[in-house]
């Protein structure tokens, strides 16, 4: 009678062990974020930037031909991840908006953009509205999750200018 009893046992024990190896193991849910009623989930900018924008061989070659300093091209880069580093931080904290900084930028493109901000959601859609705009650009977002600050700016929806197209010293 003990017998049949340590052999279902037996059994239970390896019908378990299949059940645990073989059974899906959970995946980490990605984070999301709200952004008004629609969810995103958040992802880097900087795998589709790498796609979208010119790389810095491209970049000096260009600087080449129109008698530039290439420092320029090392200058945009270095700003342009700062601008991903402070998006990538964001992502972790949770901010949903960003503001427009410009440090020493006086072009025709970036002369009025700290009027204006962009939602995460915005970056999602069009990472073209991650500066710098173009070479010598020095503007720079910010997250932030001040609501007043945001009231007090426009919502950027599109920046007119293409890399290639614009060089404008600050």
């Not at 009678?1 to 995946?27: D, N, Q, R, S, T």
């Not at 979208?52 to 880069?77: A, C, Q």
């Not at 070479?135 to 999750?145: D, E, N």
């Amino acid at each position: 009678m003990l017998a049949p009893l340590i052999f279902f046992f037996i059994i239970l024990f390896f019908i378990g062990f299949l059940v645990i190896i073989f059974l899906p193991k959970e995946e980490e849910t990605p984070k999301i974020y709200h952004s008004g009623t629609y969810s995103i989930i958040r992802v880097s900018p900087r795998e589709k930037l790498k796609k979208e924008r010119p790389s810095k061989d491209e970049m000096l070659d260009f600087v080449r031909k129109i008698g530039k300093d290439e420092s320029l091209v090392d200058e945009y880069f270095n700003i342009l991840e700062e601008n991903i580093k402070e998006i990538e931080e964001g992502d972790k904290s949770g901010v949903v908006f960003f503001v427009y900084e410009k440090d020493n930028c006086s072009c025709e493109t970036c002369k009025n953009i700290d009027n204006y901000y962009l939602r995460r959601r915005d970056i999602v859609e069009n990472t073209s509205l991650i500066p710098p705009f173009h070479l010598g650009c020095k503007c720079k977002i910010k997250g932030t999750f001040d609501a007043t600050l945001i009231e007090t700016k426009e919502r950027i929806k599109f920046v007119n200018s293409k890399w290639e197209d614009i060089y404008e010293e600050s």
